[in-house]
């Protein structure tokens, strides 16, 4: 199954604005919207935002998401070092009726 | 406090079986679509099934297909993961989760190995 793309890494000092993308198609990004993810070594994976672009109860207003057509995006502003993570995205492909992912975007904060 | 809690996970040889199990809490288990997502070591993430809610219909991605067979129930709020003919392949964390990936349980690890 073909999988949404992600960069593999994002490097942004401590407290600039970090920007993650997240490539898809109308089947899927474009579809219903993507959900990121964030996950910390060792962790399992936390949801940052729901595919409406909404951050769930207890994520930072420093987190958000957006989307234009088959691109959705995560603004990460005023970077800590605890964000140094790994985000991925994720929706729902209409054709494939399967969940397909990015590769990961490993943010590094210097 | 929503809650999903994998188990089930283990060491075993190539074309052996395991059941992961899924214990959820906290939600109306009957309300919601489930899903398996895996992630092998040092990789990305990788969705294995999904279940909807009323349990009638399934996905896989092409890897498990005919191998691996995702049930819930509800009675019990329990989600399953039976995994036949396990493959070195096979090997990572499972994670249960609550659609649309928005609840993750702490995952349990599966290792194929001889």
Known sequence: ?110 | EVQLVESGGGLVQPGGSLRLSCAASGFTFSDYWMTWVRQAPGKGLEWVATLKAEGSEKFYVDSVKGRFSISRDSAENSLYLQMNSLRVDDTAVYYCVRDPMVVWGQGTTVTVSS
């Open chain 1, 1 to 110: 199954q073909a999988g949404l793309t992600q960069p593999p890494s994002v490097s942004k000092g401590l407290r600039q604005t970090a920007t993650l993308t997240c490539t898809g198609s109308s089947k899927n990004v474009g579809y219903q919207g993507a959900v990121w993810l964030q996950q910390h070594l060792g962790h399992p994976p936390k949801l940052l935002s729901h595919r409406n672009n909404n951050r769930p109860s207890g994520i930072s207003e420093r987190f958000s998401a957006s989307r234009s057509g088959d691109t959705a995006s995560l603004t990460i502003t005023g970077l800590q070092p605890e964000d140094e993570a790994d985000y991925y995205c994720s929706a729902w492909d209409s054709s494939l009726t399967a969940w397909v992912f990015g590769g990961g975007t490993k943010l590094t904060v210097l």
